[in-house]
């Protein structure tokens, strides 16, 4: 059943944190399906404009329709991933996107507001939500690189969320894309969650970089060939504290990545003589099943898909 975020969020605030997890491909999707349902959680299906440019934009939106028929248990949002505002109108009018983020944050924030509001308008308008973002994560953002962390600032969180009507608000705290995210000890700004909490009760806030890097799995991709140096994460322990101030939807790519990275080098590595596309595919699914549904234990979404289907309505 596709719902929208802010459907999920209402279910979530305050107690867990829904799982965002992108998807590239069909293997990922299978995977996706599969964890979230082994460990009965609602989650986020996330579609990056690099995703939709990968094959065809339609590829995946068919692959979500088909998802939704053969998982008829599964509850789940397709969401748009940083998205610019043409690609934010073209998921509107797809008739599959349930949510979209318009990621205008590296403009100055009047900008931010005015490119916003036309989404949120356009999006309403067919009963889709939005997601902005204020502040800048350190890293590629966007295809826009920031050097340093932006964090966002509280009091123009409440402006920001106020003039846009977005739905939720994604927040610079300290995170940041990819395997790279400190150098040395990790340093999450939880104040400034309080702080916007405290601004906004009951508003929707999302964690983007929220990958945990997992040392022994960068360390099998490496033992198997691979040459990943210097990795670092979020330390999952955190997913809990977050939600309790507000963080409803967390978002993570990068481990999924490790995880099919770590597959294919050591499938390859230990069967030299196989070159069947499938082959490995059967050993990814699984896996990432597994993954899927480890995280959400983390998150604290397992186990909440019966009570979640039934406070929220079909989109
Ligand atoms: O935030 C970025 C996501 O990890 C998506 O990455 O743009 O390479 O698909 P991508
Ligand atoms: P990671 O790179 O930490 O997985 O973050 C993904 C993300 O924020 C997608 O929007
Ligand atoms: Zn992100």
Known sequence: MIVTTSELFKHAYGKYAIGAYNINNLEQTMGLFKGNLDSKAPFIVQISKGARAYTHKLMLESLM???????????????????????????????????????????????????????VEAAHAKGI????????????????????????????????????????????????????????????????????????????LVMHGSSSVPKDEV????????????ASGVDASQFRGAAKLGVTKINIDTDGRLVWCRVHREFFRDHPEKFDLRDPGKVFIPEYAKFIAN?????????????CRAACTKR
């Open 219 to 230: 360390d099998r991709i490496n033992a198997a060939g691979g040459a990943i140096k210097g």
């Open 295 to 307: 995280k959400n234990e983390l998150l604290g979404s397992a186990g909440q898909l019966d009570a």
């Open 129 to 204: 939500v939005v997601e902005a973002e204020l502040g800048q994560l350190k890293g590629v953002e966007e295809d826009v690189s920031a050097a340093e962390h932006v964090y966002t600032k509280p009091e123009e969180a409440e402006y920001f969320v106020k003039e846009t009507g977005i739905d939720s608000l994604a927040c610079a705290i300290g995170t940041s894309h990819g395997a790279f995210k400190f150098k040395g000890e990790q340093k999450l700004r939880f104040d400034i969650l309080e702080e916007i909490q405290r601004r906004l009760p009951g508003f929707p």
């Open 65 to 119: 329709l088909t998802a939704d028929k053969i998982f008829p248990d599964a509850v789940f949002a397709v969401h748009l991933d940083h998205g610019d505002e043409e690609t934010c109108m073209d998921c509107i009018a797809s008739g599959v996107y349930s949510s979209v983020m318009i990621d205008a944050s590296h403009y100055p924030i009047e900008k931010n507001i005015e490119i916003t509001k036309r989404v």
